[in-house]
């Protein structure tokens, strides 16, 4: 019983860690991260997608 309930949390606290971290790329805040025996700030990274050719600098027919 005690087990259901520590899985109910540790769900409900990676939700917020990620909505945290999403709030903080919106709006570029740096979040304190544990790292190497001390604090730090970051801004988390932002999760790479798929980009077109014209994020890339190459040109193609569209550019008239």
Request: zero cysteines; proline letters at 3%; hydrophobic letters at 35%.
């Amino acid at each position: 019983m005690h087990n259901k309930y520590g899985i109910i949390g540790l769900k409900a606290l990676q939700r917020a860690a990620a909505k945290v971290a999403e709030d903080a790329r919106k709006n570029n805040y740096k979040i304190p991260i544990w790292k190497n025996g001390h604090i730090e700030y970051e801004v988390p990274g932002i999760i790479n997608e798929q980009r077109g050719a014209v994020d890339h600098g190459h040109s193609d027919s569209f550019d008239k």
